[in-house]
């Protein structure tokens, strides 16, 4: 009677402990032959896309899509995805870029952030090219405006911190 108690308390501990998991579901990117999963929250929308999954918050004040890529067209990959902000009316700031190291469970790669603006105001942007294999990567596109930032800081924690290589 004790052990099966000890069960039910450790399970009520793991659900108390991790709520995100409940509320949560896992992509693989790309679907089929995954390189990476990555896992969302339920109220976003979210999309599987040919290379990836796009997901806006349910406030929409943010974007995020994370897209394989062959590391030898990641330059192409980078500029497909800028096309595609322009085309959504998101204006880049160029004065503001700043390029730094990425690492996230065990990929490295490079981050770029500007600050910009959409039909909504002020917004960061950032494009993430992170290697998972010797010939693949991932793209992360960011777009958000400064407050849903900060509203939805947890939930962008939690989806960073799920993303993780099949190696």
Sequence with gaps: MSSA?????ALI??????P?????KTYSIPDPNPVAVITLPDDWESTEIAKGVESTSED???????EVTELKDAARAIADAITWLKSKDVV????TMEQKPFSINGLDGVQVKWSGKD?????NISL????VTDSKGLILT??????????????????????????
């Design 5 to 9: 108690l000890a069960r039910a308390a």
């Design 13 to 18: 501990a793991c659900l108390v402990l991790s």
């Design 20 to 24: 995100a998991l409940a509320s949560a």
């Design 60 to 66: 929409d004040a943010v974007y995020v899509a994370v």
């Design 92 to 95: 880049v700031d160029q004065s």
């Design 119 to 123: 039909e909504d105001g002020p917004t």
């Design 128 to 131: 993430t090219l992170l290697q």
């Design 142 to 167: 960011y777009w958000a405006s400064p407050q849903g930032e900060k509203d939805n800081l947890k939930e962008l924690i939690a989806i960073i911190n799920s993303l993780k290589a099949l190696k």
